[in-house]
């Protein structure tokens, strides 16, 4: 169901699947800075002699270990909102990924009347996104063309 909401979401809001990507990207950057900042740290400590509090070069590690986590959980927190509606966007969709799910497990089972019905998961997309490329866009409102 979700890969199919993401087929609609990209056909009919491009601008949201794209942006839903960057974010999930920007995500993976975050958690790997935030990663490779810690194993540094951590290995300054192990590798520091005599008084910790003396080694000014950790100290401003430290400083800017904590300065550039402190940036990263600010933008980790604005992600999360952008997130967020980005998901109550898409939900709009959800009924015709729901019914492009139901009608695949359909098209599935037909295979158990005769092996002639065999489909592959290629020909049910090209398929699904035939149908949304016929379906009448006109001039209603993306909750008109979902509800119907």
Request: aromatic share 6%; proline share 1%; hydrophobic share 40%.
């Amino acid at each position: 169901e979700d890969q199919l909401l993401a087929v609609v979401v990209g056909k009919e809001r491009p601008d949201l699947e794209s942006q839903r990507a960057e974010l999930v990207t920007l995500q993976i950057e975050y958690t790997i800075k935030l990663k490779q900042l810690e194993d540094d740290l951590l290995a300054r400590l192990a590798n520091a002699e005599g008084d910790i509090l003396g080694d000014e070069e950790l100290i401003s590690s430290l400083e800017e270990t904590k300065a550039t986590s402190i940036e990263i959980t600010a933008q980790v927190d604005a992600a999360k909102a952008t997130e967020a509606a980005i998901a109550s966007s898409r939900e709009i969709y959800r009924q015709i990924a729901t019914r492009g799910s139901l009608i695949y497990f359909l098209i599935d089972q037909l295979c158990s009347i005769d092996h002639m019905y065999q489909f592959s998961l290629g020909t049910f997309n090209y398929m699904f996104e035939k149908a949304l490329h016929k379906a009448a866009r006109g001039s209603r409102n993306a909750e008109e063309r979902a509800a119907t």
